[in-house]
């Protein structure tokens, strides 16, 4: 069985910055994909960023530049970076790949982000 555990999230002003991570753990042969989402109260959970194992990267258009995702073995981050309210949610870590004999695609428990003066 793979866990992933978040981390990092919190209280930030407008115009702040935190940086998100995200590890999993267990017996995992390969990696595929590790991406972030996030989910506003009365709101849909929704795609911010995602990279697989080549490398490439896609981000939600709201990003803006703002949002870096990058990966180290089998940890994701995720960097914020001039946060503003509308990005208040609370931010999920999804991870995607193949245990011995068996795909898997696990979720974090997800971590708050609150953005606020």
């Known amino acids: 069985q793979v866990q992933v555990v978040e981390s990092g999230g919190g209280l930030v002003q407008p115009g702040g910055s935190l940086r998100l991570s995200c590890a999993a753990t267990?017996?995992?042969?390969?990696?595929?994909?590790m991406g972030w989402y996030r989910q506003a109260p009365g709101k849909e959970r929704e795609l911010v960023a995602v990279?697989?194992?080549?490398?490439d990267t896609n981000y939600a258009g709201f990003v803006k530049g703002r949002f870096t995702i990058s990966r180290e073995k089998n940890t994701v981050y995720l960097q914020m970076n001039s946060l503003v309210p509308e990005d208040t949610a609370v931010y999920y870590c999804n991870i995607a790949g193949t245990m011995p004999w068996l795909p898997f695609n696990s979720w974090g428990q997800g971590t708050q982000v609150t953005v606020s003066s």
């Open positions: 990279t697989s194992t080549s490398g």
């Open positions: 267990g017996t995992i042969s390969s990696i595929n994909a």
